[in-house]
């Protein structure tokens, strides 16, 4: 081993020269080996960052280009979504209302039955009640979209059509009734949650007040936990109005403004999903998908940024803001 | 409150909980429901020949051996891209970042990675992986998009675990003049190896059910044998199922195969995320720290 003369290692900017034991190559070679390695590591941190640019990149660079020969009022407002037609028709005004009534509707349906399986995991299940029904609640989560949408397709719209009476079962009420199984999950894991993380002395103060458990749950539990409640249910909205294949599969795929549940309609990722299949590379009807997953993208970019901010915004901080 | 009696009182909190007990019960008759459903009228499409063989007839008959084996190749695939980015992350994460705005932007980015939807990642991989790094729909262009967006599942759940490695195994270490690189590598990631597996598997499952994603940049509906290499196009469980249900002129005669496909995918899905979730359980439970 070489010895190498003490100037060389850097205590701080200003510090006065003290006795260091001369340090060894092979310890200099490590110093500037880790320095290499946290190199290594904060880039890897960003890589979703650069990811997240690259998606912004390669949507506006390919959905741009639609807006060259129609207008942005004519794409968001227009009323008709003719692609193929000629003259082409590029209004996606049904397909927004098309994903509005069906994130709507599902939420209606996914954020009782979402916050009520919380509540009752939360509060009423006993901890080996707790310990089956969660890992329960997670399968429901990780069943696969397709196939919510193949029994959303097989086995719920002809049951609905025979019921009701109504010319096709593919409709708002039948995908909405599917994505809000899959709202379901993340709206009852992030309440529950939620409602662990308010701090157990209020709860027992509560309790030793003389207030029942219901009247501790509503008044300090739910107040406490309101902000991480919110968060789950708007992070649920959003991955309902994102999901493709229950919507691709059993709304039907009408483009029309719905005026009941019982119509069909085409949401914006199952007009992507079921066209960007037929469509020649770089086409007008190409640019339009891509503009329309710009749409969709910056939607359920601004729920979650809206979820980030309450749960920022409203977040607990310790007893004192009860 | 006193203006109610406590009779009346608990009477209005046995009926919330019999509410939330309501409630309960019919999310999980949803579950149980689908895969009773799905298993019953599944089962009899399952034999040994339907998980080893070709589809024949134009799809009509024969085995569904080549979608599993493209879903495996997809999954592999994604895990390959996924696990080290998100390992290296969640250890950026963990071990070496402090607060600040650098941090800011990175948790951001994350946050939102993870609520893009499926749609779009199966835009952003055509777009970039299929055109612009000319790979074509292929397994490679597949794999590379469900890698990314199951990126954030492993970023989070490895974070976690890092996280849960008590403070004193690393100062431990640190004081015995072991570097911060050798810490991390000798002492942390083995203690939070479990947790990253389960991690892992839990992205596996998820880019195994994935459609979306795959439509415009991996699957097709048939391809003659096996893919031979990461640049063929590849058949693939969940697209299977598509297409099956929704096109082709024989889709009441092929009912009994869609079943068929959806019991496979739900099993390996299923099985995947319950081997998870499992092994989480035992680790909670023995983990001594």
Do not use: C
């Not at chain 2, 040994?48 to 592999?76: D, H, R």
Request: avoid cysteine; charged fraction near 10%.
């Amino acid at each position: 081993m070489l010895q190498i003369p003490e100037a060389q290692v850097i205590v701080g900017d200003n510090a006065p020269p003290v006795a260091v034991a001369p340090l060894t190559k092979r310890k200099v070679t490590s110093t500037v080996q880790e320095a290499r390695i946290r190199r290594v590591f904060v880039v890897s941190g960003f890589f979703s960052v650069i990811i997240m640019a690259l998606i912004v990149l390669f949507l506006f660079k390919e959905g741009l280009g639609l807006f060259s020969t129609v207008s942005v009022k004519d794409f968001l407002f227009g009323e008709f979504w003719y692609p193929t037609y000629d003259p082409s028709d590029f209004g996606i005004l049904p397909l927004i209302a098309g994903s509005m009534a069906v994130t709507v509707i599902s939420s209606a349906i996914a954020v009782p039955l979402g916050v009520g399986a919380a509540l009752y995991l939360g509060e009423v299940a006993g901890n080996r009640t707790r310990e089956i029904l969660k890992p329960a609640v997670e399968l429901l989560a990780s069943l696969p979209s397709v196939v919510l949408g193949f029994v959303g397709m097989v086995v719920i719209a002809p049951l609905m059509q025979q019921w009701w009476d109504i010319p096709t079962g593919l409709n708002v009420l039948n995908a909405s009734m599917m994505l809000a199984i899959m709202a379901i999950p993340t709206i009852a894991s992030i309440s529950e949650d939620a409602l662990h993380s308010v701090p157990r002395d209020l709860v027992e103060a509560s309790l030793a007040l003389g207030a029942t458990r219901l009247e501790t749950l509503t008044r300090v539990i739910i107040p406490g936990a309101i902000s991480g409640m919110g968060t789950g249910v708007i992070l649920g909205m959003s991955r309902a109005m994102g999901e493709t294949m229950v919507v691709l599969m059993v709304a039907g795929g009408a483009a029309q403004i719905p005026t009941s549940i019982f119509e069909s309609v085409r949401p914006l990722p199952a007009t992507i999903a079921a066209e960007m299949g037929e469509t020649p590379f770089g086409s007008e009807h190409y640019h339009a998908l891509f503009a329309i997953g710009i749409v969709l993208f910056l939607l359920t970019m601004g729920f979650n940024l809206v979820a980030a901010y309450i749960s920022q915004r409203f977040h607990q901080k310790g007893a004192a803001t009860l | 409150m006193s203006r109610h009696s406590l009779a009346s009182r608990h009477f209005s909190q046995n009926l919330a909980f019999t509410m939330f007990r309501l409630i309960m019960l019919t999310v999980l008759a949803a579950l149980g429901g689908i895969l009773i459903y799905v298993f019953i009228h599944g089962i009899s499409a399952i034999s040994w020949e339907f998980l080893t063989s070709e589809p024949t007839n134009s799809m009509t008959a024969g085995g569904i051996f080549p979608a599993i084996m493209g879903t495996l190749y997809l999954t592999v695939g994604a895990i390959l891209v996924a696990l080290p980015l998100g390992v290296a992350a969640a250890i950026y994460l963990s071990e070496y970042a402090t607060d600040g705005r650098a941090l800011r932007v990175v948790r951001l980015g994350i946050q939102n990675l993870a609520g893009v939807p499926s749609v779009v990642f199966g835009l952003f991989g055509l777009a970039l992986f299929v055109g612009y790094f000319h790979l074509g729909i292929s397994i490679a262009a597949g794999s590379l998009t469900l890698g990314l967006l199951i990126l954030p599942t492993i970023i989070g759940a490895s974070e976690e675990s890092l996280r849960q490695v008590p403070s004193t195994f690393r100062e431990a270490s640190l004081g015995l003049g072991a570097t911060r690189w050798q810490t991390i590598r000798k002492v942390v990631l083995p203690a939070a190896l479990p947790g990253i597996l389960t991690g892992s598997i839990l992205g596996i499952g998820r880019a195994a059910g994935e459609t979306a994603p795959i439509m415009f940049t991996a699957a097709t509906f048939y391809t003659i044998g096996l893919p031979r290499s990461p640049l063929d196009t590849v058949m693939a469980l969940p697209y299977h199922i598509y297409v099956l249900a929704t096109a082709g002129t024989h889709i009441e005669q092929t009912r009994p195969l869609q079943y068929g496909t959806v019991l496979v995918l739900i099993s390996m899905v299923l099985g995947l995320s319950l081997v998870a979730i499992i092994i989480r359980t035992r680790m909670r439970k023995t983990k001594q720290w």
